[in-house]
């Protein structure tokens, strides 16, 4: 999944006004659950303008998963509203490495970004990957999305020792 | 790869000012600190005011202080005023030429430049300062150091 940033695709017009979140000690960091499954596609969806119910389906059935790799799908949740959430999983020996951290999308609502909330669900992955027993964290990102890039540099991610490759088969 | 020295000067200036934010501090202060030549720091600080990256006071008390905000600087953004990045900066062989090697060496050479715009527009001035703070180069040090003596009981 990538780490879209575009602006909301949904027309104002039908947006309803909710309480802008003011008071970040109200906002809080859990686990999604199931029931929180709309909300998290439309957020999503909301945000990049696609609908992805299958990944999003795929995602909730690993995060429950004890036989598969565990992922993670935490959620910012204030005033009764998702306002971000964050994926992650700890993948083991992919491209021959040890176990380590995966974050595969943050996505805070962008008409309350720049209050910490991105810093919050990435803090509270890096906690649940170091609780689950690893030490690295790795994520890979489109190179023209600055603002997200910037972002994991804040939070002093740093190149890897990888280079990602593709082609196009004919 | 190498940056220019009024890049690299800029770039001392701009995190010295913006580690200070509460004094004004002189280009002399900053090029005594790094070892630089004031002269040429001055001219790169004149740069960096036309920019509007830094302002000067006159006066006493007076110097440099930072009026970027240093969440939104980029490294990008302070290189670009001394030389050119990307695609653009490197003459990659002859431009006329429209052989295949010119072309594939070319594309490769793109490959590089483009890692390098977003990596200098990916880190502002206020995740530098975190990094200073962080030296991860110590502890890799420490580690590499450990790991020697370490080898040399064996």
């Not at chain 1, 993670?72 to 040890?98: D, H, S």
């Not at chain 2, 040429?40 to 006493?60: P, S, T």
Request: charged share 25%; with cysteine.
């Amino acid at each position: 999944m990538s780490f879209h940033t575009e602006h909301a695709t949904m027309p104002i017009a039908i947006m309803k006004p909710r309480p802008v979140v003011q008071d970040m000690d109200r906002l809080h960091i859990r686990a999604a659950i199931a029931s929180d499954s709309p909300a998290l596609m439309a957020l999503d969806e909301e945000v990049t303008g696609l609908a992805k119910r299958q990944y999003w389906k795929e995602s909730f059935a690993r995060s429950k998963s004890r036989r598969q790799s565990p992922r993670f799908v935490l959620v910012a949740e204030a005033n009764g509203r998702i306002e971000g959430f964050i994926v992650g999983e700890i993948r083991a020996w992919e491209f021959g490495e040890p176990p380590c951290g995966w974050v595969f999308a943050i996505q805070v609502r962008p008409k309350i970004r720049l209050k910490g909330i991105a810093t919050r669900l990435f803090q509270a992955l890096c906690g649940a990957f170091r609780h689950a027993g690893v030490t690295k964290v790795r994520t890979i990102m489109a190179r023209d999305n600055h603002v997200v890039l910037s972002f994991f540099r804040s939070q002093g991610m740093m190149a890897g020792p990888f280079i990602e490759l593709e082609t196009t088969l004919d | 790869m190498k940056l220019q020295k009024a890049s690299s000067f800029a770039l001392y200036a701009v995190l010295e000012l913006a580690a200070n934010p509460e004094h004004h501090l002189s280009g002399t202060e900053i090029a005594d600190k790094y070892g630089i030549s004031a002269h040429h720091l001055a001219k790169v600080l004149r740069d960096l005011g036309r920019a509007g990256i830094v302002e000067a006071e006159r006066g006493v008390g007076g110097g440099y202080r930072l009026s970027a905000n240093p969440k939104r600087l980029t490294l990008l953004d302070v290189i670009q005023i001394f030389e050119p990045v990307g695609p653009e900066s490197s003459p990659n062989g002859d431009s006329r030429s429209a052989t295949d090697a010119a072309t594939a060496l070319r594309v490769v050479l793109d490959e590089l430049d483009d890692h390098t715009v977003a990596t200098f527009r990916s880190i502002t001035i206020s995740t530098m300062l975190k990094l200073m703070a962080r030296r991860p180069w110590a502890h890799s040090a420490r580690a590499s150091r450990s790991s020697r003596r370490a080898a040399s009981r064996r």
